[in-house]
């Protein structure tokens, strides 16, 4: 961790950033109070420590804040502000999300939220095999998809053509990979989060609610199903928290990957547990899981990064041994 | 000792030795051969000082942090100079002996132990005491200047090869569960005690069924309080599920690098390998991960206890993950194939069913996990 910031000030900025995520307010307005809490200060002294203990609040909440497009932003060295946003990679992959095409480039992405009131878009565009990162006006993003299954909207699909001429040269800053690793640590604490909240949720409902006579939390088949929600959290959590110590691609893959299934397995577990209510939208379960299907694509997802895991470790030639003692 | 100058210090000694320390046998060598070969680097170890890291003065060791142990342990399987198992007997057995043995005792018998001069096991299960072990009837009676100790074990490892074994046994009311449970460490060559090793279905005999035939055990070889066996047993779970799982991560690491080198050497680089492969590696990391957590706990002085069952799930999933993706990468090398390679991987890919079963089954765990972790209430 960063010396600027002690673990008492984390606590109170991750109850602050919590308590400012769970007010029902627009993401842009959630946005800008987490700005005025300190979020970018945070984000300066403590880039991944500062990130983690926010996106485990937006797991937690469950808000649609736009704290994505600043981590990585902030990575690649751009200024944050609640009215820049990031175009994201298409979903289960990582790869930049645009393409130049004679004198326009092909965008494939996805974007936050924050794209609706934003001003500035970064765009990375891989060319020849390298990334290089662009700004460019942020109503050139704006999609006019409005589906998806995410009630809260908390991304969407963008595939535009814009012209190779709208684009400025970003300054050199971070590069795209260490960005990808940046989103990626931080979006696992935001799914774990999330998967923290439903094997609560389960649990709490699994105590109270009773047939046969005695509460359903007494039978074993439920208590095995939150049992394994809960190893499968730890052992992710364990590593997310790992890449806390330094940055380390191939370890944020890693955490990515495990957070994404022990989410999945938990969000499966945890509608089990709570049966009939919880495949009603009465319940706030939905919530949750719906946000948990859209961000477990993002740069990378439980189906697709093992297989990059693997080709990694294929082109490596040995598995390394990445956590010391 | 500070850690990362021991672990230079021993990685470098590791070096310089490796052609001393290597197996003598191809692929994993028969039962005594391995016994032989584990004293061996054990005794090396001890005399280089390495063996001796981690363990208290008290025991002829030369203190520092736990740690070190574990290193010790993580350098041996990742290098693959003896079989885990014999090694492993020594994280469970001898920190709670150290603990609740009177010191005399553990003074004297443990330093051989460590020197890999003798071996000990664990007497634990019984027929009718597997799962639910505070159900053992294995009877300790009273008699002068200690105890008569009559009934049968299972699953006893190691029992042709040891000195001593650490017995549960039953001193209160034979329904007194596990309020009247006594823990002894016994002499193997004491009269009465009798054994039949039992085949495993990977060609082994790893453990035996040991029956004990009013078997004289002396006061002073009492471990905790008489009646507070199950204290002694439940000090001993949490460091089978820690340190010994540690460096059993080390082992399926090395496993994992040759299922690599072999996929590599087909010049497979498909996806569906790379599928399985990173599946595997993933719960790998995330097993290891919490186990260095658990290890920094252990050597801060904090009392390890039932979070570690978190640890024995991972490790199990993760073994039958890198075992499973073995067996369907490798196109019939475990179903089919001759040679000491393909007879390794048999034996990894039959060994990791025991997983789930040894040192408290899965369900166990789980419902560990359920009751203590989660605070679920009691089972119906």
Known sequence: ?325 | MDPETFRRDLGAWLDDNAHELAPPYEGAGSMDEQMAHYSYVKRSLYDAGFGRYGWPESVDGLGGSPLLRAMVGEEINLRGLCDPNPWTMIEVLVPTVIEFARPEVAAALVPPFLRGDEMWSQGFSEPDAGSDLASLSCRAAKTDGGWLVSGQKIWTSFIQYAQRCVLLTRTGEPNSAHRGITALLVDVDSPGITYSPIETMHGRLDFAEVHYDEVFVPTERLIGEENGGWQVAMDILPYERSTTFWHRGALLHRRCSDLVAHLVANGDHSDTAAKALGHAFQWLVAFRSQSRDTQHRLANGQQLGVETSIDKILITFAEQQLFGAVRDLLGGVVEFDDGIDAAMWRTDYLYSKAAPIYGGTAEIQRNIVARRLLDLGPES
């Open chain 1, 1 to 325: 961790m960063s010396g600027l910031v002690d673990a008492e000030d984390l606590a109170l900025l991750a109850t602050g950033f919590e308590a400012a995520m769970a007010e029902e307010t627009r993401p842009a307005e959630t946005d800008q109070a987490l700005f005025d809490l300190g979020w970018a200060e945070l984000l300066s002294a403590a880039p991944s420590q500062g990130a983690a203990t926010a996106f485990r609040a937006l797991g937690t909440t469950n808000s649609a804040a736009g704290l994505l497009d600043d981590v990585v932003a902030n990575t690649l060295g751009i200024d944050i502000s609640p009215q820049t946003c990031v175009v994201f990679p298409a979903p289960h992959q990582a790869k930049a999300p645009a393409h130049p095409q004679g004198d326009a480039v092909v965008v494939d992405g996805l974007v936050s939220a924050r794209d609706e009131e934003a001003t500035t878009a970064v765009l990375a565009v891989e060319a020849d095999g390298s990334v290089r990162i662009s700004t460019a006006d942020a109503r050139l993003f704006q999609s006019p998809v409005a589906g998806g299954v995410d009630p809260g909207r908390a991304f969407r699909r963008v595939s535009v053509e814009i012209p190779a001429d709208a684009l400025v040269p970003a300054p050199a800053g971070g590069s795209w990979d260490s960005a990808v690793a940046a989103a990626r640590t931080a979006l696992a604490h935001q799914l774990l989060g999330g998967a923290r909240w439903m094997l609560a949720e389960a649990r709490q409902h699994a105590i109270d609610r009773a047939q046969f006579g005695r509460p359903v939390a007494s039978f074993q088949a439920i208590r095995h199903k939150l049992a394994e929600s809960l190893v499968e959290i730890e052992g992710a959590a364990s590593v997310a928290e790992a890449c806390l110590e330094g940055p380390n691609p191939l370890l944020a893959a890693l955490a990515k990957s495990l957070a994404g299934q022990a989410a999945n397995t938990t969000a499966t577990h945890a509608q089990q547990v709570l049966a009939g209510i919880g495949f009603t939208a009465e319940h706030r379960f939905h919530y949750w899981l719906k946000r948990m299907l859209v961000v477990d694509t993002l740069f990378g997802s439980a189906s697709s990064l093992p297989a990059e895991i693997g080709h990694h470790l294929l082109s490596r030639g040995a598995a390394p041994r990445l956590i010391q003692l």
